[in-house]
């Protein structure tokens, strides 16, 4: 099975500040999803990405297949950031997801 | 608007009694599935449903049942079989079946078990 690990579990940072999240996975695989779960519970899909890098607003994501890692920038940070940040990838058999333990990030005015 | 809507969004129950917890989207999506979480872990899959009609058990289905009837409605019942049902239930649903499809999240929801 996958196993899917996330660093840091938990960031705190002042706004404005250039912020990083990481995920490492055991098995290869070709695609990736970026999820962000607000404070109220609801997720929402920030990226899917596949290779090299996608731009949204002040979000970025990257990812290299060849070293199973993906990261999360968050540029500007606001304290409308502050939320968990969950990456998930499809299992061995690219059939269900596998999701991260999460990142949980708090943005201090 | 379209989208997944979940009720109740704060339920509670005493021990020994099932539950329904209602998930409907009206994204036209052929798969739906449910995942529990429970705090400080990732989410795991309950149940999933490919298309209308059929239903496979997920990673943790012990203590839960699914029906889908209908393409736009994927209800899970928590049994009384389930030993520690107090959790965070959320509903996503997907075009198609598969770990490289964008899935779209009901906003929750939060049962209590007393």
């Known amino acids: 099975k996958n196993e899917v690990e996330q660093s840091p579990q938990n960031l705190t940072a002042q706004e404005g500040e250039f912020i990083t999240i990481n995920c490492s996975y055991s098995?290869?695989?070709?695609?990736l999803h970026w999820l962000q779960q607000h404070p109220g519970g609801g997720i929402v899909s920030l990226f899917m990405?596949?290779?090299g890098k996608k731009k949204h607003g002040r979000l970025i994501a990257t990812i290299n297949i060849q070293e199973k890692h993906s990261s999360l920038h968050i540029t500007a940070s606001h304290p409308r950031d502050s939320a968990v940040y969950i990456c998930?990838?499809?299992?061995?058999?690219?059939?269900?997801?596998?999701f991260g333990p999460g990142t949980r990030l708090s943005v201090l005015p | 608007d379209g989208g997944i809507t979940q009720s109740p969004k704060y339920l509670f129950r005493k021990e020994g009694q099932n539950v329904t917890l209602s998930c409907e989207q009206n994204?036209?999506?052929?798969?739906m599935y449910w995942y529990r979480q429970d705090p400080g872990q990732g989410l795991r899959l309950i149940y999933y449903?490919?298309?209308?009609?059929?239903?496979q058990k997920g990673d943790i289905a012990e203590g839960y049942s699914v029906s889908r009837e209908k393409k736009e409605s994927f209800p899970l019942t928590v049994t009384s079989a389930q030993k520690n049902p107090t959790a965070f239930y959320l509903c996503?649903?997907?075009?198609?079946?598969?770990?490289?499809?964008?899935?779209?999240f009901g906003p929750g929801t939060r049962l209590t078990v007393l």
């Open positions: 996503a649903s997907s075009s198609w079946w598969g770990g490289y499809n964008e899935q779209f």
């Open positions: 098995v290869g695989i070709s695609a």
């Open positions: 990405l596949s290779s």
């Open positions: 998930a990838l499809p299992d061995n058999y690219g059939q269900n997801f596998v």
């Open positions: 994204l036209n999506h052929d798969a």
């Open positions: 449903s490919q298309i209308v009609n059929d239903f």
